[in-house]
């Protein structure tokens, strides 16, 4: 489909892991947290977190950093990652100009939007 939303979730996990987290807020309070992008209640692509100080997101999209591309934070990187993602032939999944992203707080900031926009992806979602 067109819209497309970015969010964490927890896959259910019950047993011993030092990677599992507990989140006391979600439905499935424990169990690995991951990144998402879905449609209708479907997982269309996802980026693991590493639990630990200086872990975060695995495998983000390296990004260029240049005057025109700033550096984005790993948090920030989740919504650019999911979204711009290539297959093994360097095609994107989700192609140019057919989907709008949704997303909240967590992840917008204008120059995130704007790397988004200029690569043909609408994104939207609350801002603080």
């Not at 996990?13 to 449609?39: D, H």
């Amino acid at each position: 489909g067109q819209h497309l939303y970015v969010n964490e979730a927890i896959a259910r996990f019950t047993g011993r892991a030092t990677k599992s987290v507990i989140i006391k807020t979600k439905p499935t309070p424990k169990g690995y947290k991951i990144w998402c992008l879905a449609n209708n209640g479907v997982i269309l692509n996802w980026l693991f977190h590493a639990k630990g100080i200086g872990k975060g997101p695995v495998n983000l999209l390296e990004l260029p950093t240049n005057a025109a591309t700033p550096a984005f934070t790993p948090t920030e990187s989740v919504p650019v990652s999911l979204v711009l993602a290539v297959d093994a032939h360097g095609r994107r999944l989700f192609p140019p100009g057919l989907h709008s992203v949704w997303d909240d707080n967590l992840f917008n900031t204008i120059p995130m939007l704007e790397y988004l926009r200029q690569h043909g992806v609408g994104c939207a979602g609350t801002v603080r």
